[in-house]
């Protein structure tokens, strides 16, 4: 098992297969021109299966997929369709566009809970956020997912003066969709134009849906990273995830493998350790992931506080969020 020192048990891996994306989302790629990693330096589909197994065999039971989008990887289907045979929970996070060709795959492998990313219901802004005009198609798969009988979230990165108009049509969208949006608050990354008047917060969300919907706190299971809500005679639901305002550290689960092969045991931590290279030279990968788990920092990588406000984003040290992988 592998607990850390504040005796948080970690057994939720998520898993980058790659740096690359067929999106240029602004919050998540750096301004200038970002290099994708060359394949060889990415783990190959071997090498994530062994390092998922040894994740396992020290007590992870859900395994998540994600980027860049994992979905332009050539091999996609083959890592799916492999991970799908460890009798793990197995998810993916993906931006969609390519979600059509995958839909057997998923359902080989097990997967029955996808999470998409859309942080606009309107076309053109779909353009200005994500610098690609591949509105239609996310919505066509959303629509594709749910025929199948998909369990979908909609992941929603409000940005104030953005998207923060479109918060109440989102929740509109779950009136006849069993759909679960997820309203994320904006979190800093290299290079990701963060600053502290563009967030907005889960009381904010809470107050503007509260004056239109009769909404309900629902549960929350007991590592959730959101707040659960529902809404009166809405097919859908929501949530609000507020890693900036009200941290959910405490009971936190997760692992990355970013997709050159590093774990890190935070989204935030500056802190990395090479797992895929002391694979590839036969070390022992298990003492390394206990050290890396024994040395995560009690909230947010210790590298800010709550206080958002007094965040300078010069002083943070880590990768952009599409090399970390969300
Ligand atoms: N390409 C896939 C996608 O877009 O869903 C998976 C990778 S993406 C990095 C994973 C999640 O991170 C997405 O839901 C995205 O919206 C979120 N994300 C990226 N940058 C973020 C930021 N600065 N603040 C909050 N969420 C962010
Ligand atoms: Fe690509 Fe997802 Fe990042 Fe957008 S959020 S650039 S879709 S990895």
Request: aromatic share 8%; charged share 20%; glycine share 6%.
């Amino acid at each position: 098992m592998l607990k850390d020192q504040y005796n948080r048990v970690h057994d939720y891996l998520r898993i980058s297969l790659t740096d690359n994306c067929n999106l240029r989302c602004f919050y998540c790629m750096p301004e200038e021109n970002y290099a994708f990693m060359p394949s060889q330096q990415l783990m190959q589909q071997e090498e994530i299966v062994a390092l998922a197994k040894i994740f396992i065999a020290n007590g992870v039971n859900k395994i998540r997929l994600t980027g860049g989008e994992p979905l332009v990887r050539k091999d996609a289907s083959e890592i799916i369709r492999s991970l799908g045979q460890l009798g793990v929970t197995l998810t993916i996070t993906t931006n969609a566009t390519r979600v059509h060709h995958f839909i057997d795959d998923f359902k080989a492998a097990g997967i029955h809970s996808v999470n998409i990313s859309l942080d606009t219901l309107q076309p053109e802004k779909f353009q200005l956020i994500t610098r690609r005009d591949q509105f239609g198609t996310v919505m066509d798969n959303i629509h594709l997912l749910l025929k199948h009988q998909f369990n979908v979230k909609v992941n929603v990165v409000v940005v104030k003066g953005l998207n923060n108009g479109e918060i109440l049509d989102f929740i509109e969208w779950t009136k006849e969709l069993p759909i679960h949006v997820r309203f994320i608050e904006f979190m800093p990354f290299d290079g990701n134009q963060w600053k502290s008047d563009k967030l907005v917060t889960l009381q904010e969300m809470i107050e503007r849906i509260a004056l239109k919907y009769d909404i309900t706190a629902a549960e929350n299971a007991p590592h959730d990273t959101s707040k659960q809500f529902n809404i009166q005679g809405h097919a859908g639901s929501f949530a609000v995830i507020s890693t900036m305002s009200a941290p959910f550290c405490s009971t936190c689960n997760r692992i990355r493998l970013t997709a050159d092969g590093k774990i890190k045991n935070c989204l935030f931590s500056e802190e990395e350790t090479d797992l895929l290279q002391a694979l590839r030279n036969g070390k022992n990968v298990q003492e390394l992931i206990e050290q890396s788990i024994q040395a995560k920092h009690r909230e947010l990588g210790g590298q800010f506080s709550k206080n958002f406000e007094l965040i300078n984003t010069n002083d943070l040290h880590n990768r952009s969020m599409i090399a970390i992988g969300g």
